[in-house]
């Protein structure tokens, strides 16, 4: 059974960090690109930021660079997002994505809420 489970959201000060950890099972993690989405309230979900299967090469959206890393540890089937930085407009649901040519695998999602 495959799965793929978000934690360290929560509510942070503009200008504060937070980690986000996505385990997951079920499938090869080591042969999957994985990615961090990002889905607002009345907005689509848009891409934050991938890393390929074996970690050496990574983007991100224009909006996060610089102030967001994300990471993967094969050895632990998980992927990383380290938020710094935050601002009130990156208050989102975070997903987690697993992909390999046409299959896909997603998370439930973690609240990451930004706010004085």
């Known amino acids: 059974q495959v799965q793929l489970v978000e934690s360290g959201g929560g509510l942070v000060h503009p200008g504060g960090s937070l980690r986000l950890s996505c385990a997951a099972s079920?499938?090869?993690?080591?042969?999957?690109?994985m990615s961090w989405y990002r889905q607002a309230p009345g907005k689509e979900r848009e891409l934050v930021a991938a890393?390929?299967?074996?970690?050496?090469?990574?983007n991100y959206a224009d909006s996060v660079k610089g102030r967001f890393t994300i990471s993967r540890d094969n050895a632990k089937n998980t992927v990383y997002l380290q938020m710094n930085s935050l601002k009130p407009e990156d208050t989102a649901v975070y997903y987690c994505?697993?992909?390999?040519?046409?299959?896909?695998?997603w998370g439930q999602g973690t609240q990451v809420t930004v706010s004085s």
């Open positions: 890393i390929t299967s074996v970690g050496g090469s990574t």
């Open positions: 994505n697993a992909k390999l040519l046409h299959f896909g695998y």
């Open positions: 079920g499938f090869t993690f080591s042969n999957y690109a």
